[in-house]
């Protein structure tokens, strides 16, 4: 099956950028989705099909795709970013879903 | 907009089937429908999906205990999770599904403990 890898845990100050990191074999050919879940909170989508975002959500956050990494990347980090970030992807070849392991992000 | 809101027992018994229901409100059930679960500390797990037509997928690792079903004239699809233990205890979300639009609707998720 196809193993999502995300480090635990990430920190950023307020005002820097935060860089988030999602490992698969070939991820560059599959869409890929970022969930961000505040503490008690269902997960939020906030990158789409690797770099698109849904009504709503700022442009400090952004993705990208390519080779055997994809990356959310959030601009200007605000104490409100503080949560944990999961990657997704929709495995074609199996035709299940696949949920990274989440990154908890901290705003130092 | 459409929303999504999760329902069923709080608490089962070990070995029995977990039963859960998503009602879908404000919009078409035609789409792909998945069900998540995180047990407490922990990430999330995709136990399947159903389309409104009623193919479905289930994770391999839950597959022989999986049940999804959907009743259009409701706009609501459903969850059967059988012989359950303390390890199936955890917060359920149902969501909309899409493989290029990701799950862009979650419901807000609803406990389950599985405990005699």
């Known amino acids: 099956s196809f193993v999502l890898a995300q480090p635990p845990s990430a920190s950023v100050a307020p005002g820097q950028t935060a860089t988030i990191t999602c490992g698969g074999n070939n991820i560059g050919r599959k869409s890929v989705h970022w969930y961000q879940q505040k503490p008690g909170q269902a997960p939020v989508l906030v990158v789409y099909d690797d770099r698109d975002r849904p009504s709503g959500i700022p442009e400090r956050f952004s993705g990208s795709n390519s080779g055997n990494t994809a990356t959310l990347t959030i601009s200007r980090v605000e104490a409100g970013d503080e949560a944990d970030y999961y990657c997704q992807v929709w495995e074609s070849s199996s035709d299940h879903v696949v949920f990274g392991g989440g990154t908890q992000l901290s705003v130092l | 907009q459409v929303q999504l809101q999760e329902s069923g027992p709080g608490l089962v018994k070990p070995s029995e089937t977990l039963s859960l229901t998503c009602i879908v409100s404000g919009g078409s059930i035609s789409y792909y429908w998945s069900w998540i679960r995180q047990p407490p500390g922990k990430g999330l797990e995709w136990i399947g999906y159903i389309h409104y037509t009623g193919s479905t997928k289930y994770n391999p690792s839950l597959k022989s205990r999986v049940t999804m079903s959907v009743d259009t004239s409701k706009n609501q699809f459903s969850l059967k999770l059988s012989s359950v233990t303390a390890a199936d205890t955890a917060l359920y979300y149902c969501?909309?599904?899409?493989?290029?639009?990701?799950?862009?609707?979650w419901g807000l998720g609803t406990t389950v403990t599985v405990s005699s």
């Open positions: 969501a909309r599904s899409d493989w290029k639009m990701g799950l862009d609707v």
